[in-house]
C-alpha cells in the first residue's frame, strides 16, 4: 500500500496567488482529513469528509480556504488568495469506519507552503 | 482556545531512561485519546490509544496512562532509545466522530 500520497511536498509563491494542494487518501479509507501545522497551534483539523461529503468544516479560517473531494481517491484544498500567515505544513489523512477498535489515521508526508 | 494542551515543548532523556510525556484536556466529554509520532519531513504517524473506560494501555515500550478525574493523561517511554527522538501529538476527541483535536506537539530527544 502507498499510503496517503501528497502534491506538491514543497510550494513557495507569492502573496495573492492561488494554491492548490492535492491528496490521493489510502484505497478504500472512507473518511478524509486536512490539517495544518503551525509552531504557535500545532495540528489544526481543518475540514474532513465521510463518503466524499464534507462533515465539519468549521476548522477552516475563513472564505479564503475551500476543500473539494470530487471522488473517493482525490481531495484538494485551495487557498486564493493567499496570505504570508497561510505559511505551515498542511497535512491529508485518511481513515476507515473499517478499523476495528481504533480511530486510527493514517497521515500523509504533508505539503510545506510558503508564501512570499 | 486550546481544548488539548502540550506545556512542554520539549524534552530531553538519557537513553535507557523513562520518558514521560504530559498531556492535558479541557473537555470532560472527549473519551478517546491518541499519540502520534512525527519525525522531521514526514507526516505523524499513530502510536498508541486508550479509551475513557481504561486507565492504561500498554504496547510494548509504550504505556499511556489516563487520569480522567484530572482530564491529564501521559505516555511513559521505557526504556528511551534514541531512535524515540522525535515531537510526539498527543490527541482527543470522541469516539466514532473521526474528529480529533490535537495539542502542539512536545519534541524529544533521548541522548545517547
Known amino acids: 500500500d502507498a499510503g496517503v500520497i501528497q502534491s506538491p511536498r514543497h510550494e513557495v509563491t507569492e502573496m495573492g496567488q492561488e494554491v492548490t494542494l492535492r491528496c490521493k487518501p489510502i484505497?478504500?479509507?472512507?473518511?478524509l482529513f486536512w490539517y495544518r501545522q503551525t509552531m504557535m497551534r500545532g495540528l489544526e483539523l481543518l475540514i474532513y469528509?465521510?463518503?466524499?461529503?464534507?462533515?465539519?468544516d468549521s476548522g477552516m479560517p475563513e472564505d479564503r480556504f475551500s476543500a473539494k473531494m470530487p471522488n473517493a481517491s482525490f481531495s484538494t484544498l485551495k487557498i486564493q488568495p493567499s496570505e504570508p500567515r497561510d505559511s505551515a505544513v498542511y497535512f491529508c489523512?485518511?481513515?476507515?469506519?473499517?478499523?476495528?477498535?481504533?480511530?486510527?489515521?493514517?497521515f500523509g508526508p504533508g505539503t510545506r507552503l510558503t508564501v512570499l | 482556545d486550546q481544548q488539548v494542551k502540550q506545556n512542554s515543548p520539549s524534552l530531553s532523556v538519557q537513553e535507557g531512561r523513562i520518558s514521560i510525556l504530559n498531556c492535558d484536556y479541557t473537555?470532560?466529554?472527549?473519551?478517546?485519546f491518541l499519540w502520534y509520532k512525527k519525525y522531521p519531513a514526514e507526516g505523524p504517524t499513530f502510536l498508541i490509544s486508550?479509551?475513557?473506560?481504561?486507565d492504561k494501555n500498554e504496547d510494548g515500550r509504550f504505556t499511556v496512562f489516563l487520569n480522567k478525574s484530572a482530564k491529564h493523561l501521559s505516555l511513559h517511554i521505557v526504556p528511551s532509545q534514541p531512535g524515540d527522538s522525535a515531537v510526539y501529538f498527543c490527541?482527543?476527541?470522541?469516539?466514532?466522530?473521526?474528529?480529533?483535536?490535537f495539542g502542539t506537539g512536545t519534541r524529544l530527544k533521548v541522548l545517547a
Open positions: 473537555n470532560s466529554m472527549f473519551d478517546y
Open positions: 489523512a485518511s481513515s476507515s469506519h473499517r478499523t476495528k477498535g481504533t480511530d486510527t489515521q493514517y
Open positions: 490527541a482527543a476527541g470522541l469516539s466514532g466522530t473521526y474528529k480529533y483535536i
Open positions: 486508550i479509551s475513557s473506560i481504561k
Open positions: 469528509f465521510n463518503n466524499n461529503v464534507p462533515i465539519d
Open positions: 484505497s478504500g479509507h472512507d473518511y
